[in-house]
């Protein structure tokens, strides 16, 4: 028996309102206002988002990794490249990423096709992880099946004594990918559920500008 009905968990949204007079006419303008005013507040890591891929044979997944940069060109995050989320973006670039800020009542939702930054891009970020990440990087076999923890942690240490005193090189099968944008809806909760929905869609080498009912 739960302790509280889920039918009954909800809660009221009133901390802000988003009107098109006040959205920027660039959506990563827009994005960066938001995410500054996050990151300066009490959320716990703004940068996580939700990755939802498709594989070959139609299965969605979707699970959260760290948004790790952002400009015009779209958004970056890194993965090992022949992991579940890997394999799925070599068979099908279409992607989603979501961002929850609940202090704030927000979302962004951005649809758009992932595909792998340079390599030089990759290790420029690679070298400022910590070394334990860079480690782990190099281990893990990302999304295989292994007999057991005991395995990681073996394997740890002999790429810890292997590369003692030296650098960690970056692996050949782990890098970056950018998500280009193609829609970009900013989702802002208010009172009975008329949440404000602002969507940018792009159209050639602009962006048009829509709201969207709830």
Same mark, same amino acid.
């Given at each position: 028996?739960?302790?509280?009905?889920? @039918?009954?968990?909800?809660?009221? +949204?009133?901390?802000?309102?988003?009107?098109?007079? %006040?959205?920027?006419?660039?959506? =990563?303008? *827009? =994005?960066? %206002?938001? =995410? !500054?005013?996050?990151?300066?507040?009490? $959320?716990?890591?703004?940068?996580?988002?939700?990755?939802?891929?498709? !594989?070959?044979?139609?299965?969605?997944?979707?699970?959260?990794?760290?948004?790790?940069?952002?400009?015009?060109?779209? =958004?970056? &995050?890194?993965?090992? +490249?022949? $992991?579940?989320?890997?394999?799925?973006?070599?068979?099908?670039?279409?992607?989603?990423?979501?961002?929850?800020?609940?202090?704030?009542?927000?979302?962004? @939702?951005? *649809?758009?096709?992932?595909?792998?930054?340079?390599?030089?891009?990759?290790?420029?970020?690679?070298?400022?992880?910590?070394?334990?990440? *860079?480690?782990?990087?190099?281990? /893990?076999?990302?999304?295989?099946?292994?007999?057991?923890?005991?395995?990681?942690? +073996? $394997? &740890?240490?002999?790429?810890?004594?292997?590369?003692? !005193?030296?650098?960690?090189?970056?692996?050949? %099968?782990?890098?970056? +990918?950018?998500?280009?944008?193609?829609v970009i809806e900013f989702w802002q909760g208010r009172e009975s559920r008329l949440h404000d929905r602002i969507q940018?869609?792009? /159209?050639? %080498?602009?962006?048009?500008?829509?709201?969207?009912?709830?």
């Amino acid at each position: 028996m739960l302790k509280k009905e889920v @039918h009954k968990m909800r809660e009221n +949204y009133d901390a802000a309102f988003l009107l098109e007079v %006040n959205c920027e006419k660039d959506p =990563f303008l *827009q =994005f960066k %206002n938001w =995410f !500054d005013e996050i990151s300066d507040g009490v $959320s716990i890591e703004p940068n996580a988002m939700s990755l939802a891929t498709v !594989d070959a044979a139609g299965q969605p997944t979707v699970r959260t990794v760290l948004l790790k940069g952002f400009d015009e060109r779209g =958004f970056v &995050f890194f993965t090992n +490249y022949e $992991s579940r989320k890997g394999k799925a973006i070599a068979d099908n670039p279409k992607v989603s990423l979501c961002f929850w800020w609940r202090e704030q009542q927000r979302q962004v @939702h951005i *649809q758009g096709i992932a595909s792998r930054i340079s390599r030089q891009e990759s290790e420029a970020y690679f070298k400022t992880r910590p070394r334990g990440s *860079q480690i782990g990087a190099r281990i /893990s076999q990302q999304s295989q099946v292994i007999d057991g923890r005991s395995i990681l942690e +073996y $394997s &740890f240490e002999d790429v810890e004594r292997a590369f003692a !005193d030296k650098e960690i090189p970056m692996p050949d %099968n782990w890098g970056g +990918y950018l998500v280009a944008p193609e829609v970009i809806e900013f989702w802002q909760g208010r009172e009975s559920r008329l949440h404000d929905r602002i969507q940018y869609r792009k /159209s050639g %080498n602009g962006w048009i500008l829509e709201r969207l009912a709830p």
